[in-house]
């Protein structure tokens, strides 16, 4: 992934986190999350860390082993509702 394409899927990402975000009031934990968030996706993407989030990416998409499936139902979560 080139520069350009890290740009772009930044642009594309932050657009959306950025409607999601509008949903809450700024005052808001969501909307503090979704800040966060939309600033570690700029630090990770145009620092040195794309290429380390690119491999994670890649290996977030396949299944959950049974130690993220439990630590998921321990933080009150279902793996399955997704």
Do not use: N
């Not at 642009?11 to 939309?38: C, M, P």
């Amino acid at each position: 992934m080139d520069a350009r394409d890290r740009m772009r899927l930044l642009e594309d990402d932050s657009k959306v986190l950025e409607g999601i975000a509008s949903q809450f009031g700024e005052d808001s934990r969501e909307y503090t999350a979704l800040k966060h968030a939309a600033f570690a996706l700029h630090y990770v993407l145009m620092g040195q860390g794309h290429e380390w989030f690119r491999d994670y990416l890649e290996k977030l998409e396949g299944d959950l082993t049974p130690e993220q499936r439990r630590h998921l139902i321990e933080m009150g979560i279902d793996p399955d509702a997704c």
